[in-house]
């Protein structure tokens, strides 16, 4: 006689058939398998431990906005908002193979630059920029960050850097977006009132033949104003200035953000109108630990 058969297979528990249940919901058939793709945009920035700027801030901005973002690290800082402890930068020829590498395989649509750390480093992306605009015998959308002061006061490009950048990287872009420190640096003169801003713009403009928004964020006033110089003309970008948020890494994702609506292909005036919407929510909404700020960057447009 054949006895009843009482292994577990035959008459599963409540937990197996709940396991079944879950395998066969994500069984192969149910994963949508139609190709998926995005614009895709390369950082080539600094990391910041902190995630609020560099390559992190990027990440998070193209992603937010509907970009596929790949980066090439230039250095790696270790900080907390208002404190760097170190930087190192990596060596220019791993910066320039991490470039080439993914402009070999991926459709990069625009690329931005934020902290390159040395004058090795900047002539070494100048030279990969140089070459895909050889390759593809038109310009890459390029935005140029040239950060060189953390807000927090420290220096993160060495001095010897800024002649590297003007010679060779600044004629290669589309856009340089300084803040006003660094225009300063740049025009090595003072820029104190709004009045200013649109006259260092043009300066600049005509200097890299390249446009320019100068951010006047720092400036006095209830508005953060920013100047934009492109096509022979000024525009102005205005925000209500959001107090006391201690901001680090605006402008990284400002300049992420521009660089997304040129890959998604929007106008140049577009895609800053945009950006500055954008960096004024990710303030506004920002995430808080204690006395540690950071930017909200998972807003969309
Ligand atoms: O916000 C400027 C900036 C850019 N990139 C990196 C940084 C910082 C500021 O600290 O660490 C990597």
Request: with cysteine; charged share 25%.
């Amino acid at each position: 006689m054949v006895g009843r058969d009482r292994s577990p297979r035959r008459s599963p528990s409540t937990a197996e058939a709940g396991r079944a249940r879950r395998k066969r919901a994500t069984s192969k058939r149910d994963i949508p398998r139609r190709i998926q793709t995005l614009p895709v945009a390369l950082s080539i920035a600094g990391s910041d431990s902190s995630a609020g700027a560099g390559i992190q801030a990027d990440l998070k901005t193209f992603s937010a906005l509907g970009i596929y973002g790949l980066t090439a690290v230039t250095c790696i800082v270790a900080e907390i908002p208002g404190k760097v402890s170190r930087i190192e930068p990596v060596s220019a020829r791993i910066v320039r193979e991490q470039i080439e590498v993914l402009v070999r395989n991926f459709p990069i649509s625009a690329i931005k630059t934020g902290l390159l750390c040395s004058a090795a480093i900047i002539s070494a992306v100048a030279e990969a920029i140089r070459e895909i605009d050889k390759m593809r015998g038109r310009r890459i959308p390029l935005v140029i960050d040239p950060v060189m002061i953390a807000t927090s006061g420290d220096r993160l490009l060495e001095p010897a850097a800024i002649g590297a950048y003007k010679d060779e990287l600044f004629p290669l872009a589309a856009l340089i977006t300084p803040n006003l420190e660094e225009a300063a640096l740049l025009l090595e003169t003072k820029i104190k009132e709004r009045r200013q801003m649109g006259k260092a713009a043009k300066a600049l403009a005509n200097q890299y033949r390249a446009s320019i928004l100068l951010k006047g964020g720092h400036l006095q006033g209830d508005d953060a104003i920013d100047v934009l110089f492109h096509k022979g003309k000024l525009r102005e970008f205005s925000a209500p200035f959001v107090r006391g948020v201690t901001t680090h890494g605006t402008g990284c994702a400002y300049s992420a953000a521009i660089t997304s609506g040129l890959a998604l292909g929007f106008s140049l005036e577009d895609a800053v109108y945009r950006a500055k919407k954008f960096v004024t929510e990710a303030i506004a909404r920002h995430f808080q630990w204690g006395n540690l700020h950071a930017l909200n960057h998972s807003l969309g447009w």
